[in-house]
């Protein structure tokens, strides 16, 4: 069964450093996700993407965040200049279409830890 | 503010007996409702889904939720559970008008032998 599959699975990086988690969506999908849990909250939302542009982000994705899809496959989230709370699993995540009749699929995860 | 709520953190329970993992929403998201599970180091993965139509939906793995508008729950169950069912369960719904998934803090169920 196709999947989304995530690089790094685990990064520690120092405070202040860049750091760009990658995804590889399913190939036929459209739509990418980012997610991210910070240890014992809530899966929240970061941004969608779609048609090579964001569709929609949250309060959390501020100028220190941004997206790309730099070729056919790959999509990637980088941080430009860690802090301490970017400490957190972050899931990738795509979809044939638009919510809320498309399942959303998601990666295993990259649990990132800012020292 | 928009909200999915699961009341229980953890619920631990015998080899087939049945078990209900709740949760509820607030009428600020809308009522396009999920459940994932998320086995240890996996990602999460579709349990199943309400969109319209009938109350009762049924899943992957045996599980069933019952969609109640008057009690805006969404309760997850399961007649009787295997160990293998051990992981974490989380609700969640797609905002009004939005493409994001707004997620509960997740239900750690633990099936003991």
């Known amino acids: 069964e196709p999947e989304v599959t995530q690089t790094p699975s685990h990064q520690v990086t120092q405070m202040g450093q860049e750091v760009i988690l990658r995804c590889v969506p399913i190939?036929?999908?459209?739509?990418f996700y980012w997610y991210r849990q910070i240890l014992g909250q809530k899966v929240e939302f970061l941004v969608s993407f779609y048609n090579n542009e964001i569709s929609e982000k949250s309060e959390i994705f501020d100028d220190q965040f941004s997206v790309e899809r730099p070729d056919g496959s790959n999509f990637t989230l980088k941080i430009r200049s860690t802090k301490l709370e970017d400490s957190a699993m972050y899931f990738c995540?795509?979809?044939?279409?638009?919510?809320?009749?498309?399942?959303?699929?998601f990666g295993e995860g990259s649990w990132l830890t800012v020292v | 503010a928009q909200s999915v709520t699961q009341l229980d953190s953890q619920v631990p329970v015998f080899e087939e007996a049945p078990v209900e993992l709740r949760c509820n929403y607030s009428s600020s998201v809308s009522v396009y409702l999920f459940w994932y599970v998320q086995y240890p180091n996996q990602g999460l993965q579709l349990l199943l889904k309400?969109?319209?139509?009938?109350?009762l939906v049924k899943g992957i793995n045996g599980f069933e939720a019952e969609f109640n508008k008057s009690q805006t729950s969404f309760h997850l169950r399961k007649p009787s559970v295997h160990i293998s069912d051990t992981a974490e369960y989380f609700c969640?719904?797609?905002?009004?008008?939005?493409?994001?998934?707004?997620f509960g803090k997740g239900t750690k169920l633990t099936v003991n032998p």
């Open positions: 190939s036929n999908h459209l739509y």
């Open positions: 309400y969109l319209s139509g009938s109350t």
């Open positions: 969640a719904a797609v905002q009004g008008g939005s493409e994001k998934l707004v």
């Open positions: 995540a795509s979809s044939t279409g638009g919510a809320p009749g498309n399942t959303i699929y």
